[in-house]
């Protein structure tokens, strides 16, 4: 009869272990989602790539960025490192947790660098093909 009861309360503890592990995983994931980094760092790379395949080779745009440039600042990530642009793959960086890559189609050169004055901006050049 005594090694039944112990039997119970061992499994009554890891229920309880898992559960708060469990609840601590939720919590975390939604703590990160409501920051709203993510969703931004998603928006702006896949914005970015779809502009890069829609335009032609000596093109410069502006994108607007003013909300991702103060995310960014109160996480602590430098403008220069929002984003990236590696061989065909745009990353957005806006907090300090990895950051989102999205790629694009075009084999195109292309130029990413901030423009803070007067607005908080991100200039993307196109200098042409591959």
Wanted: charged fraction near 20%; avoid cysteine.
């Amino acid at each position: 009869m005594k090694s039944k009861k112990g039997t119970i309360l061992i499994e009554n503890i890891i229920f309880i272990i898992l559960n708060i592990l469990f609840i601590s995983i939720l919590m975390l994931f939604l703590f990160r989602q409501g920051s709203g980094a993510i969703v931004l760092e998603q928006s702006y790379a896949k914005n970015i790539a779809l502009l890069i395949d829609s335009s032609r080779p000596v093109t410069e745009m502006k994108l607007n960025m003013k909300e991702g440039f103060n995310l960014a600042e109160a996480n602590g990530i430098n403008a220069e490192d929002i984003v990236k642009i590696n061989g065909n793959i745009v990353t957005v960086k806006l907090s300090g947790q990895g950051g989102y890559d999205y790629s694009f189609f075009n084999n195109v050169d292309v130029t990413v660098y901030p423009d803070i004055y007067p607005e908080k901006n991100y200039v993307i050049k196109i200098n042409g093909f591959k």
